[in-house]
């Protein structure tokens, strides 16, 4: 059984801040889900800058799921209205405890002001037990 979990990411580009987002994968049913897929639907066009760029992390605690950055040195641009998947990995740390493990989304701006991305993360969830 899958359920999609869809996340509101929100980032104030006028001052080129960081934010954080957490969630705790609420499931009526409880039990242990997996994460097993994860996709950056972005409102704003953000271009690949090797200076002035954005990076969104999926963390459970401090191991880290995946990543997005539109830094030139491996990264690519957020485009409006274009999903970006997330290449997941993390073995068990892609698992979650309903109503226990919080999800981290971290979105980290490096350089001037600018660089901001504004979108949808959405979540896809496998039950395991």
Known sequence: MKQLIPVTLTINDAQGVDEDRYITPCHPD?????????????????AVNGTNYR????KNGSAIL?????NSSGGAAFTAATPSAF????????EFAANEDPLHIESTHTGGT???????????FERLA
């Open 55 to 58: 990076t969104v992390t999926l």
């Open 87 to 94: 290449a997941l990995s993390g073995g068990a740390d892609l």
């Open 66 to 70: 995946g990543s997005l950055t539109t």
């Open 114 to 124: 600018g660089a901001a991305v504004t979108g949808v993360v959405q979540l896809s």
């Open 30 to 46: 409880g039990g242990e889900w997996k994460l097993v897929k994860a996709v950056l639907v972005p409102n704003t066009t953000t």
